[in-house]
């Protein structure tokens, strides 16, 4: 199952307010909302951009791995997200590819999406996400 679109870009931030400065008043993107997420232990900003969203990332424990990420590297670009019709197909052709995956099943967000991440060291350095958008009603 091949990916459909770029559904988002994830920048991991220090401080919400100080970035939406730079992609909101400066850059002129608009702040569709913002989402806590306790099961990353993140705080999410959406910016709609075209088809897709810039996502910013600002984490809401020491302890999170959002939190290590940017003590460890800094705030910057953390992973682009791809739409796939069908995660569980788009996993497997990733494991019969011999390509590492972080999550062995996919999470599932409060709204029915369903993600997983494939690990940097098998995608060239790049974080890549997996989203299954929930069945429209």
Partial sequence: MSPTQINHVAIVVEDLPTALHFWQDALGLSLQRTEDNPGEAVRIAFLPLGESEIEL???????SGIAKYL??????????CLQVDDIEAAMQRL???QIELINESPRIREDGTRYAFVHPRSAGGVMVELYELPAKA
């Fill in 57 to 63: 990332l600002e984490p809401t424990t020491p302890e």
């Fill in 71 to 80: 003590a460890k590297r800094g705030p910057g670009m953390h992973h682009v």
């Fill in 95 to 97: 494991r019969d590819h």
